[in-house]
């Protein structure tokens, strides 16, 4: 049976599309502000006062003035946060200052590494974490024994020929279920329907949990059970999921990305690279263009760090220092975000 296609728009709230209010919140209003308003024309140097056009100097503490013109305008940072298992990169989101609503797409177990942070602080999970989880696949047993049986009896140009009724593709919504929830966000702790995630404005931070589970749901999406990939189905799933991640990069909320590390052969250097781990090797080195952080997370013993200038890696940084063995801290990175945003730039 052929996947049908979805309206990933069907019942979305219509409060989600209607026109957001013109006008410039007041501080007061700040702490139930659900969406900022739309950008603008960015203010030109004329209109900016010498201190604004100076480019400011990284900071450490979150800034706690009042909202400016500039802040409402600015886009969120879109950060991708990647390195091996076990390196702190769900537990740093317990960083996060509780002034931001964080919704989480988690795509792979990680709800329990975030209730594990905060229970270590004798904390329940606060109020402004959201999350989704996606089921992944449907397949059972069953169907992975016609699989192999086929794999069994096929030779390898009639596994590649398999029509798509006999791969199970059907078995394999879980990136149509991320584009669902990304259309229509339902927190699966209270139930609340957040709506789309291009309604959301920069006091809300996505999280997507990781770009590994996520490259996986595509290759199913576009290849089933089937045990072997053409040329083409490589060309699909790349484009497909460069696509979704430039979409990402363009929204108004933060966006934070995790992922895992594989080393892949430069063909320019000759060297082997740490890059992110997704759909073949020529992807990778093209998602950073569009991303302002990538960040390569570390665990030495019991010490997390932060690299943005570990050799060998592809790593870039707006919000942070280029430095190694950087203590994990989002709040460090919003703050910069912030002080950058007033500042117009």
């Known amino acids: 049976m052929a996947l049908q296609p979805i309206d990933l728009t069907k019942g979305l709230p219509t409060e989600t599309f209607k026109q957001q209010p013109t006008s410039q919140p007041t501080s007061s209003q700040l702490p139930t502000m659900n969406k900022i308003s739309s950008p603008s024309a960015p203010p030109t140097l004329t209109d900016r006062s010498p201190s604004q056009v100076q480019q400011p100097s990284l900071s450490t503490q979150q800034p706690n003035s009042p909202i400016t013109s500039s802040l409402l305008k600015a886009p969120g940072m879109k950060v991708i946060n990647f390195g091996p298992v076990g390196v702190g990169k769900t537990a740093a989101l317990a960083t996060i200052p509780s002034e931001y609503k964080v919704r989480c797409i988690f795509l792979e177990p990680g709800v329990d590494t975030l209730g594990k942070m905060f229970a270590l602080k004798n904390k329940p999970v606060p109020p402004h974490f959201a999350w989704q989880m996606v089921k992944m696949q449907e397949a059972n047993l069953e169907d992975f024994v016609g699989m192999t049986n086929k794999i069994n009896n096929y030779d390898l140009e009639s596994l590649t020929r398999l029509p798509v009724n ?3 593709k059907e078995k394999s ?3 149509i279920r991320l584009l669902g929830s990304l259309s229509n966000f339902t927190d699966d702790r209270t139930g609340e329907v957040l709506g789309s995630v291009e309604s959301w404005g920069n006091d809300t931070i996505l999280v997507i949990e990781t770009l590994t589970a996520l490259t996986d749901a595509m290759d199913r999406l576009q290849c089933g059970l089937r045990p072997i990939r053409s040329l083409p189905d490589w060309q699909i799933i790349q484009n497909h999921i460069m696509r979704l991640l430039n979409m990402l990069a363009q929204l108004q909320c933060h966006v934070i990305l995790t992922g895992h590390w594989e080393k892949e052969m430069n063909e320019v250097t000759g ?32 010490t997390f760090t932060w690299s943005t200038t570990a050799a060998g890696a592809d790593l ?14 989002y709040s460090k990175m919003l703050a ?3 002080k950058f945003a007033e500042a117009g730039l």
Do not use: V
């Open 166 to 168: 006999a791969i199970y």
């Open 173 to 175: 919504p879980a990136f």
């Open 271 to 302: 060297r082997m690279d740490i890059t992110l781990s997704t759909a073949g090797r020529k992807l990778a080195p093209k998602i950073s263009r569009f991303w302002s952080d990538m960040i390569l997370s570390k665990r030495e013993n019991t």
């Open 316 to 329: 870039k940084t707006r919000h942070l220092e280029f430095a190694d063995n950087i203590p994990p801290d």
């Open 336 to 338: 910069n975000w912030r």
